[in-house]
């Protein structure tokens, strides 16, 4: 075959490839993957089929299209892995399983195996959205199931999790049993057994441990629109998903200028989510701002280097500014508050009256207008 007879041959190839990716069919995909003449563009066809409609035939495809590597440090170091879920807690809200080497499964709290099975089977933890489903996107957005096509099962997630152990701990030595109670007495009070965990990302080089943390994007891309995890390291460096190059802050600015990277979904379009499928969103709210992203990645960077972070600073200056209502602190708390990224400014207060303390001590009466920021009972996780 000549390079233009092979180069003619790709192209329709790829032509036929996105229409069967439109109503998979796994056969003739699989098909089309065994027929394509080996090299590059073969190795690109199944990375293509992969990100769009991974065929999970094993551990290792799984954990590199949709999950990564991360660790919890408290009260010990236990590596783990995590992979992308929902949990029904009325709403869908797209979430994070992480599996440590001990056997506990953390999904909005800690569990040993055999209470996570009780999840997967009580429909707690749900992998398949129905239709007409409220969904939602921590710090991203939210809607209702328009449509969907999942490929990934409960029953496929907890195989998962079982090989995620085996190969952690391949003697699955000293395994949590929480002995049928996640809770426990002293001296007449209720404790959790598991203490709250505070997963850690992370990535290696050379003999470096590098700590990181992830926002939520949308990548739009060949394939269309796709939900990635952008992770953010300590160095400064990113990564946008799970196996992708390594890239700089500046990069990622020029990506968000291009409109290559989105924080809405336009109406009509699905959502490809690497791992579990894609879903059309109606009655869609996207409420996070690009570039009030791009502040909140900087100031993850500084939180993952030991300083405050906007937040903690600007609970400590209205403490100050409580404490010695002066001009002065009252404009170090303004310029605190105001670099606190704006889908973040109602965690500079308590629970029931949120930032509305800060707002009034700035901006007085002109900033009345308060009103109660979207409730969704979900856990933030790195």
Request: proline share 4%; charged share 30%.
């Amino acid at each position: 075959m000549t390079t233009k007879e092979l180069h003619e041959f790709t192209n329709e190839r790829f032509a036929e490839l996105r229409l069967a990716l439109v109503s998979p069919d796994v056969g003739h995909i699989y098909e089309l993957l065994r027929s394509w003449p080996a090299g590059d563009n073969k190795r690109i066809a199944r990375h293509y089929v992969s990100e769009y409609f991974p065929l999970f035939d094993t551990f290792e495809a799984c954990m590199r299209y949709c999950g990564w590597e991360m660790k919890r440090t408290s009260p010990e170091e236990i590596l783990g892995m995590t992979f992308p879920i929902f949990i029904r807690n009325g709403t869908h809200f797209f979430s994070n399983l992480h599996v440590f080497a001990d056997g506990v499964v953390d999904c909005w709290g800690g569990l040993d195996l055999a209470f996570f099975r009780e999840k997967l089977e009580n429909g707690w933890v749900s992998m398949q959205p129905p239709i007409g489903a409220d969904i939602s996107f921590h710090s991203l957005g939210y809607g209702k199931v328009e449509e969907a096509q999942w490929f990934f099962s409960n029953e496929a997630l907890w195989d998962a999790a079982q090989r995620c152990i085996d190969k952690l701990n391949p003697e699955r030595k000293g395994l949590i049993d929480l002995e049928g109670s996640t809770v426990e007495v002293r001296d007449g009070v209720r404790y959790s057994k598991l203490p709250l965990f505070s997963p850690q990302s992370y990535r290696v080089e050379g003999e470096e441990v590098i700590p990181g943390t992830r926002l939520d994007v949308i990548s739009v891309e060949d394939i269309g629109y796709c939900h990635r995890h952008w992770f953010v390291f300590a160095d400064g460096k990113t990564r946008l998903g799970t196996d992708a190059p390594l890239r700089s802050m500046k990069d990622m600015e020029a990506l968000f200028e291009r409109g290559d990277v989105v924080m809405a979904l336009p109406d009509g379009e699905w959502l490809i989510i690497p791992g579990l499928g894609r879903v059309k969103i109606a009655d869609a709210s996207w409420y996070i701002d690009a570039k009030e992203r791009l502040t909140e990645a900087y100031d993850e960077i500084d939180i993952l280097n030991g300083q405050d972070g906007a937040i903690r600073s600007t609970i400590d200056a209205f403490r100050r500014y409580e404490d010695d209502p002066t001009d002065t602190n009252r404009e170090v708390l303004r310029r605190c508050y105001e670099s606190v990224p704006e889908h973040n400014r109602m965690y500079c207060g308590d629970m029931d009256s949120k930032d509305w303390p800060i707002r009034h001590v700035l901006y007085g009466s002109e900033d009345l207008d308060f009103e109660d920021d979207e409730d969704e009972l979900e856990e933030e996780d790195t």
